[in-house]
């Protein structure tokens, strides 16, 4: 098993993410681009002792980025988990 504080790198604030946490019981987080679900919920498991339903991922590509020259770089790869939570169970994220 990965090391659980490299699995979570952030909980993503967005107005869409707000809502699916109101509604679904969802929350948004950031992770490890080679995380696997497994990997995400037993990271959100242990590390808030919250009981996890479900979890859905997504990869996003970097977007080509290009300054003043004509060398072209990219920003970083990132992936996405949208974690469902066990009815009751909230993170308190105030």
């Known amino acids: 098993m990965k090391d659980l504080h490299k699995v979570i790198k952030t909980i993503r604030l967005s107005e869409k993410a707000t809502l699916l ?3 679904n019981n969802e929350y ?3 992770v490890d681009v080679d995380a696997t679900k497994i990997d995400i ?6 590390l808030f002792g919250k009981k996890v339903t479900g979890v859905r991922t ?3 590509d970097g977007k080509a980025r290009r ?5 072209y770089g990219r920003t ?3 992936k996405k988990a949208i974690v469902r939570l066990k009815d009751g169970e909230k993170f308190d994220l105030a």
């Open 41 to 46: 919920k037993q990271a959100i498991e242990k």
């Open 21 to 23: 946490g109101e509604k």
């Open 76 to 78: 970083n790869h990132w």
């Open 58 to 60: 997504a990869n996003y």
């Open 28 to 30: 948004v987080f950031s």
């Open 67 to 71: 300054e003043r020259r004509a060398d």
